[in-house]
């Protein structure tokens, strides 16, 4: 049913992301926290993830970060 496929899957809760951030000084910059190695720039980055042009070797495996809350489950 839905209702146990929601717990599977946990709540909307991540460590892998891309997001942009005003910097005191007023500048905009983009942080790539996706575990992929994207390239340098935000137009490189953004070019590269919108036009899929990664590969596995890009990929960073780091164990300590989370896409979702694995004790989600355990606390329900």
């Known amino acids: 049913n ?3 496929a929601l717990v599977r899957r946990g709540p909307a809760y991540t460590e ?3 997001y942009a951030q005003v910097l005191d000084d007023g500048t905009l910059q983009l942080v790539n926290h996706l575990g992929i190695n994207l390239g340098d720039t935000p137009e490189e980055i ?3 993830l919108e036009q899929g042009k990664y590969s596995v070797a890009d990929i960073i495996n780091d ?3 989370k ?3 694995p004790r989600y489950a355990d606390d329900v």
Request: charged share 25%; proline share 7%; net charge neutral.
């Open 67 to 69: 896409a979702s809350d």
């Open 46 to 48: 953004l070019n590269r």
């Open 2 to 4: 839905s209702g146990g």
């Open 63 to 65: 164990p300590e970060r």
């Open 16 to 18: 892998l992301t891309l």
